[in-house]
C-alpha cells in the first residue's frame, strides 16, 4: 500500500509542471469587460491573432461588458485557475472599481493574478466639430459660458474617461452633464450623431476618429505629450496638476501555475516587440510597456491608493 501511495505521489508531483509546459491545452478564452470596439477589446484581438498563430490553438475573444468592466472582471477572476481565462485589465477595472462599487463579489489583489503590464497611454479630450474652441483655454471659456449646457460622454461611470472628465470640470471650475456610455466606440458613435459635446477617453480609440477629422482632439491627458501627436498640448499645460494616465494589462485568475503564468508573460513581450506590433500601438498615442508578473503586481499597488484619492475627491460612489 505505501509503495502504491509513493507512487501515486510521484505521478502527481509529475503532473503539475507538465501540464504547465504543455499550456493551451485547449482553446483559451480572453476576457475583454468592455464592449467591442474599446482599446482593450483592440488589445485583446492583438493577442488573439498572434497566440492563436503561435500555438494552433484556438484563442476567443469574449466581451462582457456592464458595471464598468466589473462585470467581465468577475466572471475572469472566480473562472478556473489554469491559463485557459484570461482577462484585459483595464485602470478602470482593475485600480478604480473597489473604491467605486459598493458590492463587487470579487477582490482584485485576491482573485488575479497580473501577467503583465500591455500598454500605457493618454486619455484624449476631445470635442464635437460644431464647437467652436480649438485649445483648451478657448473650452474653459466656452463651458463656463454655458454651465450645465455641455452634455460628455465616457466608456462608464466611474472609468478613467469618466474620472478623468470629473478631474478636468473640478480643476476648470466647470458644469458639465455627465452621459455614460457602455465602451469608447458609443462615445464616439454618439458624438457623430451629435448626442454629446465633449469626451475624454482613451487615445487609442479615438485618434482615427481625429485623424479623419470626425472629432477635433484638444489635448492629452498626460504630463507630457504623445508622440502620436507632439502638436497638441497636455491639459496640465493650462491646468496645472492635471494627470490621468490610463493603462492596460493581462490577468488570470490567482491560483493560476507560475509556469503558466510566466510562459503567458513571455508570449507577450514577444508579440509586443514585433515591428507591427509596435508600430499599430505608437501610432494611435499608446506606449507598450510589457512587464514581468512582479512588476506588473508593484505597479499596480502603487497605482491603486492613487485613484482611491481620486474617486473620494469626486464623491461618486456606486451602489
Not at 69 to 79: C, D, E, L, P
Request: aromatic share 8%.
Amino acid at each position: 500500500m505505501r509503495l502504491a501511495l509513493a507512487a501515486i505521489g510521484a505521478i502527481l508531483c509529475l503532473a503539475a509542471p507538465v501540464h504547465a509546459q504543455e499550456w493551451p491545452q485547449r482553446p483559451v478564452t480572453i476576457v475583454v469587460p468592455f464592449a467591442p470596439g474599446g482599446s482593450a477589446d483592440q488589445l485583446a484581438r492583438i493577442l488573439q491573432q498572434h497566440m492563436q498563430a503561435q500555438f494552433g490553438t484556438p484563442f476567443i475573444v469574449e466581451n462582457r461588458s456592464g458595471a464598468g468592466g466589473s462585470i467581465g472582471t468577475g466572471f475572469a477572476a472566480k473562472a478556473a485557475a489554469d491559463g485557459h481565462t484570461l482577462l484585459v485589465g483595464t485602470v478602470s477595472s482593475i485600480a478604480i472599481n473597489a473604491f467605486l462599487y459598493s458590492k463587487l463579489n470579487f477582490d482584485v489583489a485576491r482573485d488575479l493574478q497580473p501577467i503583465s503590464l500591455l500598454v500605457r497611454f493618454p486619455n484624449l479630450l476631445f470635442v464635437n466639430p460644431r464647437v467652436p474652441a480649438r485649445t483648451v483655454p478657448e473650452l474653459i471659456d466656452y463651458l463656463r459660458s454655458n454651465q450645465g449646457k455641455v452634455n460628455y460622454g465616457s466608456s462608464g461611470n466611474g472609468t478613467s474617461s469618466h474620472l478623468s472628465s470629473v478631474m478636468f470640470a473640478l480643476a476648470a471650475k466647470v458644469d458639465m452633464t455627465h452621459i455614460p456610455f457602455r465602451s469608447t466606440a458609443e462615445v464616439v458613435n454618439s458624438m457623430l450623431g451629435e448626442n454629446i459635446d465633449l469626451g475624454i477617453d482613451s487615445m487609442t480609440t479615438i485618434w482615427p476618429f481625429a485623424a479623419a477629422g470626425s472629432v477635433r482632439p484638444i489635448a492629452v491627458t498626460t504630463p507630457a505629450r504623445s508622440a502620436a501627436a507632439p502638436e497638441l498640448p497636455t491639459i496640465g499645460e493650462t491646468l496645472a496638476g492635471y494627470e490621468a494616465t490610463a493603462w492596460q494589462g493581462l490577468f488570470a485568475p490567482a491560483g493560476t501555475p507560475r509556469t503558466v503564468v510566466d510562459k503567458i508573460a513571455s508570449e507577450v513581450h514577444r508579440i509586443w516587440a514585433l515591428p507591427e506590433v509596435i508600430a499599430a500601438l505608437t501610432n494611435v498615442g499608446a506606449e507598450p510597456a510589457p512587464s514581468t508578473p512582479d512588476e506588473f503586481s508593484a505597479y499596480i499597488a502603487e497605482e491603486r491608493p492613487r485613484w482611491g484619492d481620486v474617486v473620494r475627491a469626486s464623491g461618486i460612489k456606486i451602489e
